[in-house]
């Protein structure tokens, strides 16, 4: 099996550095990952600069460009084959509830699956790395289990084995306190803090974007109840962000729109 794996923390982070050693034994794996920390960059392209390809002494490459631009480029011509799996992480904290909607983890791992390759990004719940071996280790004991449906997929035989994008959050714990898996759906949090405001030496105005919001919903079935019970939380994504239960809805409204004319 060949993975390609990214991140959007860096590729010196500890969590990918883990990732790779806990899936090399198993598969065939390249990193391609951003050269800086690119936290919160989404879905983001860069189309108005270059980008370089740099080679780290450990074999790592990484670009000066976003997750998704590493992920994009490798996709599409710096790797020279397609591979079976691309990875994302393991992130330093949570990806859960509406943080999936800014994580340029998540959005790594979407770049994949928009090229129709089955895609998985990683978190840790807590910042700080602790326990990162445990979280490679069950990373890649998911890893392990997809494989077979990997192999189906990759020689066509099951259509309904369309490619998959999965957001894991796995706790900073031991491994022996880790309860298992366990799929949710995502939660949703408050609205972020208040913005930080600073005074610059030249005595201008500097805006901080404030910290993520607390859980709002956390309820059993959700990510952050899942991960709070110490269980590692799967939950599929979609990429179609079309509102279909209201399709009817606005349909009604725009027969009573005039004409353009």
């Known amino acids: 099996m060949k993975i390609l794996i990214c991140n959007d923390d860096g590729y010196q982070a500890s969590g990918i550095i883990a990732l790779y050693e806990a899936l090399k034994t198993i598969a065939d794996v390249e990193v391609v990952a951003p ?7 989404s879905n983001a392209l860069t189309l108005h600069s270059p980008m370089y390809v740099q080679t780290a002494a450990n074999g790592f490459r990484y670009i ?37 909607v800014y994580s340029g983890t998540v959005g790594a791992a979407m770049e994949g699956y928009l090229f129709g390759i089955p895609s998985i990004a990683f978190s840790q719940t807590e910042r700080g790395w602790a326990y990162i071996e445990v979280a490679a280790k069950r990373a890649c004991e998911l890893v392990r289990q ?38 949710a759906r995502l939660g949703r949090r408050h609205a972020a803090e208040r913005v930080i405001t600073q005074t610059s030496p030249r005595g201008e105005t500097m805006y901080w974007i404030g910290s993520s919001g607390a859980a709002k919903e956390a309820g059993e079935g959700t990510d952050f109840h ?31 729109l005039m004409p353009v004319r």
Request: charged share 15%; glycine share 8%.
């Open 64 to 100: 000066n460009g976003t997750p998704a631009d590493c992920v994009h480029i490798a996709l599409t011509g710096l790797l020279g084959y397609r591979p079976d799996l691309v990875l994302s992480g393991i992130n330093n904290g949570a990806n859960m509830g509406d943080d999936t």
């Open 146 to 183: 997809l494989t077979p449906s990997l192999e189906v997929l990759a020689e066509g035989e099951q259509p309904a084995l369309a490619p998959w994008l999965l957001n894991v959050n796995i706790p900073n714990l031991p491994n022996e306190q880790i309860q298992g898996f366990k799929v």
């Open 226 to 256: 899942a991960t709070s019970q110490n269980f590692v939380s799967i939950t599929p994504l979609q990429v179609d962000l079309t509102d279909h239960e209201r399709l009817p809805y606005w349909a009604q409204t725009a027969a009573k």
């Open 35 to 41: 050269e800086q920390n690119n936290s919160a960059k």
